[in-house]
């Protein structure tokens, strides 16, 4: 979440390349044996909301995200979620208790 003014890098990058967002969150998924990754939406940003959404559905459909990627054992879905926009949600913990639906503060 980017409530700090003036602060758009991550909205710009989510608009403009999804699928390299995606990529890069595959082959960490894959350093680590994660199974799972969450991007976390400002609820205000819909556009990148909405291009996240379909890059994820394109590359689902590519076989590219999901199950036995590439005719391989490794298996990695996306989900996005979507904040409140509160700035503290970029602190750690507050992040966590946002994602679990719970109001983002410390």
Do not use: W
Not at 48 to 76: C, H, P, V
Request: charged share 25%.
């Amino acid at each position: 979440d980017e409530g700090e003014p003036g602060t758009f890098k991550d909205r710009l990058i989510m608009e403009g390349d999804p699928h390299g967002i995606i990529e890069g969150m595959a082959i960490a998924g894959y350093a680590v044996g994660a199974s799972q990754g969450i991007i976390y939406i400002r609820g205000e940003y819909g556009l990148s909301i909405e291009r996240m959404k379909n890059a994820i559905k394109q590359a689902t459909d590519y076989g590219l995200l999901g199950k036995k990627i590439l005719g391989t054992e490794f298996n990695f879905e996306i989900d996005v979620r979507s904040g409140a926009g509160a700035y503290v949600c970029g602190e750690e913990t507050a992040l966590i208790e946002s994602l679990e639906g719970n109001r983002g503060e410390l």
